[in-house]
């Protein structure tokens, strides 16, 4: 890479994140109630909504890690592609029902959700909130994490002085502006990164000629090596499993497609529309925004099996390198947006994690154990627990490598096992009583911990949380059918009916 083109790449970076502070520091002024401020309940049109949403849920993983997979293991992971799918559906099954919970009493939290259906239960309320506290902040580190390094690759800082750049500058306006800051910003950088996707998906088409290039080239290389690093092309590569086992290409469909309607990055945003009528048009952009950021990942993918099969460059000694490579190849302007668009899917995420993590430390959490603070108290101890969450998370995530890259593997399945019986169950299924919901939820809250600790040997070949979700589900159904049926509030029964 030139010094032009490094000098240009910086540049265009932080301008976006310059952009991401104005907006975020503008929406200060809307952030002045705790309905605003933990939720921006109410507040935004689908579009806005659809991009946040989009953001929050393709992280950096998503746009570095997955070409990466693709690269090394073949189409397997192609089915994380389904997902966008999953953005419709769940605005469809569960969207409408979240959104209403908004207009029947005043909702600024996933919290304040479970408060309505299971009649202020506390141990479900803290339970729940803590299991997503583990999983945000899993989350929260890996994002901080991934973009340090990025930026620290391009200007030659320290990780730990881009962190404090960067998410110093994201910390600052989260705190101040609250989700209104946080949900307008993502929106911002979930533009950029369609924008990106277009630009790539060009790109892509310009350099091979389209996916029948790229096949014969994988089914014709054989065996190509360079610098002592030797990449084995075979047509099995892209046919409809890859390398992997079945089992494992499977799991790679479900994850996504299950996990997308339980994350909390879609659940909050089911509340933040303006319009309840909206719902679908949130779900139709929210998907159309994911699959063009999904498209961005597999011809990114594709690009670099292209480029290494035709000895263009070099097998690649790091998958992850899939996307960078690509970009570098392609030319400057792919390079300016693949570096931005990185950048604000690791600040999309990272904003909407350290948000939820201050609204449950302020708000859930103390309300779950008793503790009963007025909206001004909230709002301003959640400012000060936002700064402080933000600068301990950029310190561990650069200083605690090893964790982070374990905590890494929680994220997903952690918030997934947080929502399901309480939000996913509970909405969608009347006799979900609220002894189920506690013991699903207690449950989930369990296993999350021994398996963070590593002392169960989860059998078969399935990622542990599919068993820690799978066990909570039924533990939920199973209390629930052996529980006396409850009497619901008319409003909520109306609700789940809907």
């Known amino acids: 890479m030139s010094n032009t083109a490094r000098a240009l790449i910086i ?71 389904l997902s966008s799918a999953a953005f419709a559906m769940a605005y469809i099954i569960i969207g409408k029902k979240v959104r209403a919970m908004a207009e029947i009493s005043e909702v600024a939290s996933l919290g304040d959700v479970s408060d309505l259906r299971f009649n202020n239960n506390k141990i479900i309320k803290g339970s729940m909130s803590i299991t997503l506290l583990l999983g945000c902040i899993a989350y929260l580190s890996a994002q901080i994490k991934a973009g340090s390094e990025l930026f620290s690759h391009l200007v030659g800082w320290s990780p730990l002085v881009s962190g404090l750049v960067i998410f110093g500058v994201l910390t600052i306006y989260m705190s101040v502006s609250g989700e209104v800051g946080g949900l307008l910003t993502q929106a911002f950088q979930g533009f950029v990164m369609v924008l990106a996707g277009l630009v790539l998906v060009v790109a892509f088409f310009r350099m091979t000629g389209g996916f029948g290039e790229v096949l014969k080239v994988t089914s014709e290389a054989g065996t190509v090596t360079a610098n002592n690093i030797t990449k084995e092309f075979s047509p099995g590569i892209l046919d409809a499993w890859g390398t992997l086992p079945k089992v494992a290409a499977m799991a790679y469909m479900l994850i996504p497609i299950l996990g997308t309607v339980g994350q909390p990055q879609v659940l909050t945003r089911m509340y933040a529309l303006k319009d309840p009528k909206d719902m679908p048009r949130l779900g139709l952009y929210s998907a159309i925004a994911h699959t063009i950021v999904g498209l961005l990942t597999l011809v990114v993918a594709s690009g670099a099996l292209y480029l290494v099969g035709t000895g263009k460059i070099a097998p690649l000694d790091n998958p992850d390198r899939a996307i960078y490579e690509f970009a570098d190849y392609s030319g400057l302007i792919v390079q300016l947006f693949v570096y931005a668009a990185v950048l604000a899917a690791a600040m999309s995420s990272a904003s909407l994690f350290l948000s939820i993590s201050s609204n449950i430390i302020i708000r859930d959490l103390p309300d779950a ?130």
């Open 11 to 81: 540049a265009f970076s932080v301008g976006m994140i310059l952009i991401s502070f104005a907006i975020g520091w503008w929406a200060k002024r809307k952030a002045n109630t705790a309905k605003a401020y933990f939720g921006s309940t109410g507040m935004f049109g689908p579009l806005v909504v659809g991009l946040s949403s989009t953001a929050a849920v393709a992280s950096a993983f998503a746009l570095v890690g997955i070409p990466g997979i693709l690269y090394a293991t073949g189409n397997a992971m192609t089915f994380w592609m």
């Open 369 to 498: 154990f008793g503790i009963k603070l007025s909206e001004e108290k909230q709002m301003k101890y959640a400012k000060g627990a936002m700064a402080v969450i933000g600068i301990a998370s950029i310190f561990f995530s650069i200083t605690q490598g090893e964790m982070v890259a374990i905590l890494g593997t929680f994220g997903w399945g952690t918030l997934m096992s947080a929502t399901f019986p309480v939000f996913i169950l509970g909405l969608l299924w009347k006799r979900a009583s609220v002894k189920g919901v506690m013991a699903g939820s207690v449950m989930a809250l369990i296993l999350n911990i021994v398996s963070f600790l590593n002392l169960i040997p989860w059998p078969g070949a399935l990622p542990w949380y599919f068993n820690v979700i799978t066990i909570s589900i039924i533990t939920t159904v199973v209390v629930s059918l052996l529980a006396k049926d409850e009497v619901l509030d008319k409003k909520v029964e109306a609700v789940i009916e809907l």
